[in-house]
């Protein structure tokens, strides 16, 4: 009889402790670093249509709109996941470990560079943010890419994986350092030629361009190794492919604008040679034409199996968000090749492009949405919360007894 008692006690506890467990708890235990790329994806939308060749006012307005828009959401979820490190820390600990869902963890170095280029369009123009600003900005974003990139690789080169499931996106742990390029010249942009802090921001850029693109370029050769072996990806693996495209494309974008900034900024602090920046500009437009070639081809390849291989459930819904921020690259390069090169069809080409990725943004959100609210994303079990929240709990329980 009392051990049915105290069986009996014990499972009222239990149930207690599970109907103590909140809607908002479940939340904040459920959420993960997958969530960054909708802010990604979102601030894809206005990098895209802020290199439209025809501007109005009116989009002017819509790209802000979308700026603020990715604003909110990184706020959202480095706010719920800093929660969720406070309450949940084994959890939190549990995800950085992750093989799959570590990968994301960079990603909120990606968002911040995002929202520094979105700044750049629509803050600076104003008056209300200043060149000086937008300088550090660029300093602390080299540091959030090396803090957050090293130790993550450390983890994930720490255990061993198997290549027959190798997807693109294992090189999100590299991307923040081959974006810093991209950022460089955004930043250039609002540096004066003279400026000598513009030759260290130059430099820098493509320091880390190469750095980055190589490393990603690495586990590209491992990606059509693994597809020789295995075939086409599958699954929800389906939207890794086209992270394929983000470092050959974002890397042409780079060469070509660091080479333009190079032309400008080289003979003016009478550096190298008074041909350098000329001679850098053509090998960049050079090398751009050919990583372009191959982003497109990476491209093709992601869509033209993609229907047929991708399971189409909303509970993979975040991984679709791959189809938006790693093809900014080659796309923002079309409209770049369409001024260097006069070539009309670019400009109509990067329209339409751009129409496709505004398209793409709003279906992924509506089905994000409806995927959220019926809790197939961002939600955990009662069971999996209550366990780490009782761990939590007795874990400071034993700490207050050891100080005592």
Request: overall charge positive; hydrophobic content about 50%.
């Given at each position: ?39 990604l994806?979102?601030g894809?939308?206005?990098v895209?249509?802020s ?15 979308f ?17 969720q ?14 093989p ?9 170095v ?10 750049i ?9 200043s ?30 994986h ?11 742990l590299?991307?923040?350092?081959m ?19 513009s ?13 980055g ?22 699954g929800?693996?389906a ?15 780079a ?10 900024i ?31 081809f ?7 199996p993609?229907?047929?291989k ?21 796309i ?9 090169f006069?070539i ?6 990067h ?11 709003a ?5 994000t949405?409806?995927a959220f ?22 874990k400071?329980?034993q ?6």
């Amino acid at each position: 009889m009392p051990s049915f008692e105290s069986t009996s006690s014990s499972s009222t506890a239990v149930q207690r402790g599970e109907q103590d467990i909140s809607p908002l708890s479940r939340r904040i235990h459920g959420w993960s670093w997958q969530a960054f790329p909708i802010g990604l994806g979102t601030g894809a939308v206005y990098v895209t249509l802020s290199g439209l060749k025809y501007h109005s006012s009116t989009l002017t307005h819509v790209e802000t709109g979308f700026y603020f828009l990715t604003i909110a959401l990184f706020l959202l979820n480095t706010l719920t996941l800093s929660l969720q490190a406070i309450l949940f820390p084994r959890q939190a600990w549990r995800l950085l470990r992750d093989p799959l869902k570590g990968i994301f963890v960079p990603l909120i170095v990606l968002s911040f560079a995002t929202l520094i280029i979105g700044t750049i369009n629509y803050g600076v123009p104003t008056g209300r943010i200043s060149s000086g600003f937008i300088y550090s900005l660029f300093w602390i974003y080299v540091g959030f890419s090396l803090i957050t990139c090293f130790p993550m690789l450390m983890i994930w080169f720490n255990q061993p994986h198997d290549l027959s499931k190798f997807t693109p996106a294992y090189a999100f742990l590299i991307f923040p350092m081959m974006l810093i390029g991209v950022v460089a010249f955004n930043v250039l942009r609002v540096l004066s030629p003279e400026d000598q802090r513009s030759v260290g921001v130059l430099l820098t850029g493509y320091f880390f361009q190469g750095l980055g693109f190589f490393m990603t370029f690495f586990y590209i050769c491992i990606y059509i190794m693994r597809i020789i072996m295995t075939g086409f990806l599958s699954g929800h693996q389906a939207n890794g492919a086209f992270v394929a495209c983000g470092p050959p494309g974002f890397t042409a974008l780079a060469l070509i604008k660091l080479g333009e900034c190079s032309r400008k900024i080289l003979p003016e602090h009478d550096l190298v040679s008074p041909i350098t920046g000329e001679v850098w500009y053509s090998t960049s437009v050079m090398m751009g034409i050919l990583l372009f070639g191959l982003a497109v081809f990476f491209f093709a390849f992601g869509a033209l199996p993609y229907w047929f291989k991708l399971h189409k459930t909303l509970d993979d819904i975040l991984s679709c968000w791959a189809l938006t921020f790693p093809n900014v690259g080659w796309i923002a390069s079309l409209r770049v090749f369409a001024d260097i090169f006069d070539i009309h069809g670019f400009v109509i080409l990067h329209l339409v492009m751009t129409i496709l990725m505004c398209i793409t943004w709003a279906i992924l959100f509506i089905l994000t949405v409806i995927a959220f609210f019926e809790g197939r994303i961002f939600k955990s079990r009662r069971e999996d919360v209550m366990k780490d929240a009782n761990s939590s709990h007795r874990k400071a329980t034993q700490t207050a007894e050891s100080t005592v």
